[in-house]
């Protein structure tokens, strides 16, 4: 049965995944790719045409968006049921603008578990008994 406490270590796992994730994006990128890939990543990020300034905006916004959509649904507001909903699918379009992108098993696992923690986050927020609770 899930009920107050466990959906706010959800929401904290949540948190917890997304700055770990951002942390080794940003400051490890290929850390655990193999060196032939992690040379041909470095290579094509060199040539590759940098982001534009709309994507660079949005991003941004989308990012302390969830944030804090994730301190609403902590607290419980319903507005921040559909900030994070707005901003789950934003980033899900997001990606089409950016260019390859290359996981490495870390990366891969962190992002895997985000993205089973939001379904899960959304899921119950909107299906469970917990629905009420959301004013």
């Known amino acids: 049965m899930m009920n107050k406490i466990i959906f706010k270590r959800l929401i904290i796992a949540e948190v917890f995944l997304g ?12 850390s655990l790719a ?3 890939l992690k040379n041909a ?16 905006i949005i991003g941004l916004l989308v990012l302390v968006g969830y944030f804090f959509s994730l301190f609403l649904l902590y607290r419980f507001k319903k507005l921040g049921r559909q900030i994070y909903i707005l ?22 696992s962190i992002e895997g578990s985000s993205l089973i923690l939001s379904g899960f986050i959304i899921s119950v927020s909107y299906f469970s008994k917990l629905e009420k609770e959301f004013k």
């Open 19 to 30: 700055i770990i994730g951002l942390w080794k994006y940003l400051s490890y990128p290929y």
């Open 87 to 108: 901003v789950t699918a934003i980033a899900i379009l997001i990606v089409f603008s950016f260019g390859y992108i290359v996981f490495d098993p870390l990366e891969y």
């Open 41 to 56: 990543m470095r290579m094509y990020d060199e040539i590759a045409p940098a982001g534009d300034n709309f994507t660079l």
């Open 34 to 36: 193999p060196e032939d």
